[in-house]
């Protein structure tokens, strides 16, 4: 089967650095995605991975390794407004479809 | 720029009643999605729709329909409701590699 693993819940305090990992196990790998949704709120995207490596965008990075079926989120200078939760998404595949995580609950304590 | 809509934004049903969730997208894109947000879980896909005039079946399509009215709109049904459909409903958009593009969401309870 396909699937996506993802710790159900993290706990951080603010200021500090958080990873929240994913490994995949699908049939085919087209992009690793990352969306973030705030309690109540419809998911928002907040970046993709094509390729290994690290891609930056502003206090968020995420990492790709293929040959491990494994990324992260990685989180820096956390702010209160950055608990929510956080899905994985491998996708999409020739019928455009996702496959998501469970997602992972990020709490943030002052 | 409204994106993703979706109307109603609540909903409450009675077992048995049917209705139909509507979704329009203003961003000319080809694909759009319907999924169940259940308490504490991830998305699951109920229908989708590759391109205008096309549909298909999710992970969790049984009681549900849906049509590609033409490429801005694409709605879902509930034909006789049950308790189990007591869910978030979210509609995406997407075209190509760009990401999936969400709807604020209908909450939908059925007694």
């Known amino acids: 089967g396909q699937s996506l693993e993802q710790p159900s819940e993290v706990t951080a305090v603010e200021g500090a650095i958080v990873q929240i990992n994913c490994t995949y196990q699908?049939?085919?790998?087209?992009?690793l995605s990352w969306y973030q949704q705030h309690d109540g709120g419809a998911p928002t995207f907040l970046s993709y991975?094509?390729l290994d490596g690290l891609e930056e965008t502003g206090r968020f990075s995420s990492f790709l390794s293929r040959s491990d079926s494994y990324g992260y989120l990685l989180l820096q200078e956390l702010q209160m407004k950055d608990s929510a939760s956080y899905f994985c998404?491998?996708?999409?595949?020739?019928?455009?479809?996702?496959?998501w995580g469970a997602g992972t609950k990020l709490i943030i304590k002052p | 720029n409204a994106g993703v809509t979706q109307t109603p934004k609540f909903q409450v049903l009675k077992t048995g009643q049917s209705m139909t969730l509507q979704c329009a997208q203003d961003?000319?894109?080809?694909?759009m999605y319907w999924y169940r947000q259940d308490p504490g879980m991830g998305l699951r896909l109920i229908y989708y729709?590759?391109?205008?005039?096309?549909?298909d079946k999710g992970e969790v399509p049984n009681g549900y329909n849906v049509s590609r009215l033409n490429k801005r709109e694409f709605s879902l049904r509930l034909e006789s409701a049950a308790p189990s459909q007591t869910s978030v409903y979210f509609c995406?958009?997407?075209?190509?590699?760009?990401?999936?593009?969400f709807g604020n969401g209908t909450r939908l309870t059925v007694t």
């Open positions: 961003m000319n894109h080809n694909s």
């Open positions: 729709s590759a391109s205008e005039g096309t549909t």
């Open positions: 991975n094509a």
């Open positions: 699908t049939s085919g790998f087209y992009g």
């Open positions: 998404a491998v996708g999409p595949d020739s019928n455009y479809q996702l496959i």
């Open positions: 995406a958009s997407v075209s190509g590699n760009s990401p999936l593009h």
